[in-house]
């Protein structure tokens, strides 16, 4: 399996911008399908975004549509998130996930095989 770490988490204002990424060795991640989830107090982990083996399909979680950004540099065996317009409620420990199945894309958490152990978000209001 593929291990991830994720880093670039932090406080930040309401309105301002983040970018995650999701370091990979082990494993080439450039044959896996890529994933972001997040994990509020309380709450279970949810889907925020992937991306395909080939980088042509990018999928988002609606709450997240058109103000994060998902995107691989397989050279770098890397993926990242970009979060804009962070709002309170995008505030959780986020984590990266890998599917080595690399086929289609998925936003179920069991569909999923690699983990990272998440980074902390937090936007203040």
């Known amino acids: 399996q593929v291990q991830l770490v994720e880093s670039g988490g932090g406080l930040v204002q309401a309105g301002g911008s983040l970018r995650l990424s999701c370091a990979a060795s082990g494993r080439t991640i450039s044959d896996h399908v890529m994933g972001w989830f997040r994990q509020a107090p309380g709450k279970e982990r949810e889907f925020v975004a992937v991306?395909?083996?080939?980088?042509?399909?990018?999928y988002y979680a609606d709450s997240v549509k058109g103000r994060f950004t998902i995107s691989r540099d397989d050279a770098k065996n890397t993926v990242y998130l970009q979060m804009n317009s962070l709002r309170p409620e995008d505030t959780a420990v986020y984590y990266c996930a890998a599917d080595q199945s690399g086929s289609g894309y998925k936003t179920r958490l069991y569909d999923y095989d690699s983990w990272g152990q998440g980074t902390q978000v937090t936007v203040s209001s």
């Open positions: 991306i395909s083996r080939s980088g042509g399909i990018r």
